[in-house]
């Protein structure tokens, strides 16, 4: 089947560092173009980065400087190491497939479960 | 970077209405425009991609259309299972910005 899993996710106090991984399975992460994607409680969806097939990194201007996208192609996992972590960085993290579909563009066909990220102190 | 502006930002309907919620692009990203379903807890669900075309096993009373700037959104019947809240999000270009969802509601 073809899945994302998350984990890293947990509580962290301000100024910490913290690194989620996404573990793919059935499709290879390094053929594919990967997001990150996140939810603060009670708000909208909020991209955060992606890492392209190519290797080519991008991200949001809220993070950029301290969040840094990777993947282990070997282990077929994604990677989001978070640096500087501050209070409004608290969310639920989703990986997602960002999958050239057809002609028409791409779309983000598969996600993880999500993994919660909470910066406290 | 685009700004993607949906509306309304809350409905009420009932099931079997038909609803539509529209995306506005802050510039023109042909039709590279994705929507997107979340129920409360769980993970968004690809509906539509290419503004118009239907992912693989969305039900045929979802669809959408539009280019340039402005798209929509359809439920032609609404379903009890489609009260969620709707996304839609640019793959023109990176940063892939999502509008900030519709919630639909029941009334």
């Known amino acids: 089947e073809v899945q994302l899993v998350e984990s890293g996710g947990g509580l962290v106090q301000p100024g910490g560092s913290l690194r989620l991984s996404c573990a793919a399975s059935?499709?290879?992460?390094?053929?594919?173009?990967m997001s990150w994607v996140r939810q603060a409680p009670g708000k909208g969806l909020e991209w955060v980065s992606i890492i392209y097939s190519g290797g080519s990194t991008y991200y949001a201007d809220s993070v950029k400087g301290r969040f840094t996208i990777s993947r282990d192609n070997l282990k077929n996992t994604l990677y989001l190491q978070m640096n500087s972590l501050r209070a409004e960085d608290t969310a639920v993290y989703y990986c997602a497939r960002d999958l050239f579909i057809d002609s028409r563009g791409h779309g983000m066909d598969v996600w993880g479960q999500g993994t919660t990220v909470t910066v406290s102190s | 970077d685009i700004q993607m502006t949906q509306s309304p930002s809350s409905l009420s309907a009932s099931v079997g209405d038909r609803v539509t919620i529209t995306c506005r692009a802050s510039q023109s990203i042909s039709i590279y425009l994705n929507w997107y379903q979340q129920k409360p807890g769980k993970a968004p669900k690809l509906l539509i991609y290419?503004?118009?075309s239907l992912q693989s096993g969305v039900p045929s009373r979802f669809s959408g259309s539009g280019s340039g700037t402005d798209f929509t959104l359809t439920i032609s019947s609404l379903h009890p299972e489609d009260f969620a809240t709707y996304y839609c999000q640019q793959s023109y270009s990176t940063p892939r910005t999502f509008g900030q969802g519709t919630k639909v509601e029941i009334k």
């Open positions: 290419g503004a118009s």
């Open positions: 059935e499709f290879s992460v390094s053929s594919n173009y």
